[in-house]
């Protein structure tokens, strides 16, 4: 498998659950501004939609979406326990954090690093975004992560995701859930692997 990222992006999703999941596979830099990849190729020869995470299989065949790439990869390592056998609530439980996370968390940020935006509307996001992290907080009252006792995918995601709180001048102090969580998930060692790997840390 090869993954296609770009440091601290939404790719830094996947690249966790790889590290968790113990499969073999190759990080392959594609920086969202340049689409430029190691070989001097552009990016959107593979993905003609330009954006990460891309996952190639080693048919040739690729899988895109974050929320889509990460079940993907846990259903490859089973014995992982990185999300709950197909079929089952719990499954279901497991995809309801992740297309939370994908539309309510993930695209409020998205507005914030458009350039050009004017200031009302990323207002506006911080707004909802306050919103969400505000009911993810009572959420992971009692929890260590979202899905109870154990990590799951949906960690990676919103870990991710929230670790763009602090350049965009959100205060995660209001939230001390979530706080406690992003602790635990920051000492995860395939957290910090995944990070270095990425040159955030």
């Known amino acids: 498998m090869k993954l296609y ?3 601290g992006a939404c790719s830094l999703a996947p690249h ?3 590290e968790e999941s113990g499969l073999p596979y190759e990080a392959i830099s594609a920086p969202t501004k340049t689409k430029a990849l190691p070989d001097g190729s552009d990016y959107r020869k593979v993905n003609p939609l330009g954006y990460v995470p891309y996952l190639t299989l080693d048919d040739g065949s690729g899988i895109r979406e974050c929320a889509v790439i990460v079940q993907y990869i846990a259903d490859q390592a089973p014995e992982k326990n990185l999300a709950p056998a197909n079929g089952t609530r719990a499954r279901y439980a497991l995809m309801s954090w992740l297309n939370f996370i994908a539309t309510e968390v993930h695209k409020s940020f998205a507005p914030l690093f458009q350039p050009g935006m004017p200031d009302a509307a990323k207002e506006l996001s911080k707004e909802k975004i306050a919103a969400r992290l505000k009911w993810v907080d009572g959420e992971l009252a009692g929890k260590n992560y979202l899905m ?3 990590f799951s995918v949906a960690d990676a995601y919103l870990f991710t995701v929230t670790n763009w709180a602090k350049p965009m001048n959100i205060d995660l102090s209001l939230y001390p859930n979530v706080v406690a969580w992003r602790e635990r998930m920051a000492a995860r060692p395939a957290v910090q692997r ?3 790997a990425e040159g955030l840390i």
Request: charged share 15%; glycine share 8%.
């Open 5 to 7: 990222y770009s440091a």
């Open 194 to 196: 995944a990070m270095k």
């Open 148 to 150: 109870g006792p154990d």
């Open 16 to 18: 966790i659950v790889l």
